[in-house]
Each structure stands twice: as structure tokens, then as C-alpha cells.
């Protein structure tokens, strides 16, 4: 796991360059997150939170000033690799042979597989690693993540100039990717992974392809 630059420069006391101070700032994340999904935010301590995790509180200090440092450090660290994920995945899409031979279903069906896993469900450490970022919602923050989704999207969309996969305009965007996000964060919340998973994935593709059928009808 690599942390972007910029929790070390606001939140974090110390920049984990060496392998093992990775793997302490992914135990203290995770130990966070398994807590919290059991017992709640109200009874998080730091000495908990080491304890879980397998060191001394004065390790987790050399990182984190507080608990709250560490919910921050988590919610960014989980928005940055949601954004890295859909870049990358968009980039592998722009730098295809052809962009016509491209599925739109198939498209739109991995954007949305990256979504689910980056901010509702996904593996146990991630699951409750989302629901806590969600619990303790920055929203100027949230609204940044998407917004940067939408313009990558936007961009892309713009320079594969697929038949099926129109550029949607401001308004279509925003109501499309909030829709989304909206599913994503209840998904999260209300411990969707209970149900049918494959059945949610499928209506959230629904849900992105009426967007695109019906620009492309108006047009």
C-alpha cells in the first residue's frame, strides 16, 4: 500500500517510505476499521487501535497525533485509490487499439465493479474501511473525489467518441454520478453485503446505460 503524499504533509507525523512502516500504517488502518465495524466510533481509543494492531501506542504516535488524524488519513487513503483505480482503467480503455470495438455494457460494467469496491463493499478490510469513511463523511471532500471522477469520465468519454458512449453534458453527469455515489454510500451504510451483490451490480449498470440511451435518444 502506497499513501499519497499529501496525508504526510496535513495529517501524517511521519512519511512511511520503508516497507515496514507501510505495512504499520495498512495494520493501524485495518485495526481501525475491524474496531469501529464492531464496537462503533464512541469507544475508539488509540491504545485500542495498537493494541488490535499488534504494537505499542508510541508506534501508532510516530504516525497519528489522535484518532481523528487516523479517520482522515483512512478517508483520503480510500478516495485515492478509488481515483487511481478508475484512472487507470480509463487510461487502459483510451490506449485500446480500436475505441469502437469497445462493449459499452462491458464499459460502463467495470467503471461500476471499480465504484462498488472502492466505496461500498468489496474484501472485509475494505468493506469496513468504506463504511467508516462514510460514517465520518467530510462532504467537501467526498464532492472533490466526484467531482474529479466525473472529469475524468468526461474525458474520456470525449476522446473515444464511441456511437453508444455519448458525452453527457453537466446536468446528465452530475445527476448520473450522484445517483451512483447515493446507492454506493447506502450500499456501505446499511451493510448491503447481505444481499444480492451480483443483482446490485447489474441494476447500477442499469441505472449508468439509461443514461447513455436515453442522451443518445434526445439527440
Known amino acids: 500500500m502506497t499513501l499519497p503524499h499529501e496525508l504526510s504533509a496535513h495529517i501524517m507525523r511521519k512519511q512511511p517510505t520503508q516497507k515496514r512502516a507501510q505495512l504499520t ?15 462503533g466510533v464512541s469507544g475508539l481509543t488509540t491504545n485500542k487501535i495498537a493494541a488490535k494492531a499488534g504494537f505499542s501506542v508510541g508506534t501508532l504516535y510516530q504516525y497519528f497525533s489522535s484518532k481523528e488524524a487516523i479517520f482522515r488519513a483512512m478517508s483520503q487513503h480510500g478516495r485515492s485509490l478509488v481515483l487511481r483505480d478508475i484512472e487507470s482503467f480509463l487510461f487502459s480503455i483510451e490506449c485500446s487499439q480500436d475505441p469502437l470495438d469497445i462493449s459499452p455494457e462491458e464499459f460502463v460494467r467495470q467503471y ?21 469513511c462514510w460514517l465520518l463523511e467530510q462532504p467537501e471532500e467526498t464532492a472533490s473525489s466526484v467531482q474529479k471522477m466525473v472529469e475524468r469520465l468526461s474525458l474520456c468519454l470525449k476522446y473515444l467518441q464511441h456511437p453508444m ?7 446528465q453527469m452530475f445527476v448520473m454520478s450522484r445517483s451512483l455515489l447515493g446507492c454506493l454510500r447506502s450500499a456501505s451504510l446499511e451493510r448491503f453485503s447481505h444481499m444480492d451483490s451480483v443483482e446490485f451490480e447489474k441494476q447500477l449498470v442499469d441505472l449508468l446505460m439509461g443514461q447513455f440511451v436515453r442522451n443518445l435518444e434526445a439527440a
Do not use: H, W
Request: net charge negative; hydrophobic share 45%; charged share 30%.
Open 25 to 39: 500504517i495498512e495494520a493501524i488502518f485495518e485495526a481501525t476499521s475491524q474496531i469501529v465495524d464492531r464496537e
Open 112 to 132: 461500476v465493479q471499480i465504484c462498488i469496491e472502492g466505496f461500498a463493499l468489496g474484501k472485509s478490510y475494505r468493506r469496513a474501511m468504506n463504511r467508516l
Open 165 to 171: 458512449l455519448p458525452v453527457l453534458d453537466e446536468t
